[in-house]
Each structure stands twice: as C-alpha cells, then as structure tokens.
C-alpha cells in the first residue's frame, strides 16, 4: 500500500540521485534506507555497512548459493 509522505526536498534529490546509480525508484531508495536504518537502530553494535550487506545477502536467490564448506582443521 502506498501513501504519499512529504520529505524535504534536498533528501528527495538526495534520493532521486542515489536511486539513478542503484537502478531503484526514489521511493524505493527511501525505502531502502528506511530498511537499513531501522535495523541498524535496532543493532547498534553492528557497522552500517554490515547491516547493509546482511540484508542485501538476505534478498538473494537461494538457489544459486555456494553452500558453506569450512577448511579443515589442522592436525
């Protein structure tokens, strides 16, 4: 469901820009943002840039996943 917000216009251009480079509409880089700080909110001790990653590894396709394999231990 959409509903129309109004947002500063300096951070709807902020948007717009951002959202050309990510291949995303303006309001679905709002949303992206929205995503990213809400969990970083709620993981304060986690980087940004981790939470970021984290959830853009979460949107990815399943399928095509090289599964875990870890090294063996040495003796």
């Given at each position: 469901?959409?509903?129309?917000?109004?947002?500063?216009?300096?951070?709807?251009?902020?948007a717009r820009a951002e959202a050309l480079v990510e291949h995303r509409t303006i309001?679905?880089?709002?949303?992206?943002?929205?995503?990213i700080g809400r969990a970083s909110l709620d993981n304060p001790d986690l980087p940004v840039s981790f939470v970021a990653e984290a959830l853009?590894?979460?949107?990815?396709?399943?399928?095509?996943?090289?599964?875990?394999?870890?090294?063996?231990r040495r003796a």
């Open positions: 469901m959409g509903m129309p917000v109004r947002i500063d216009d300096t951070l709807y251009e902020q309001a679905g880089q709002i949303e992206y943002w929205a995503t853009a590894s979460m949107r990815e396709p399943r399928d095509q996943a090289t599964p875990f394999v870890p090294r063996k």
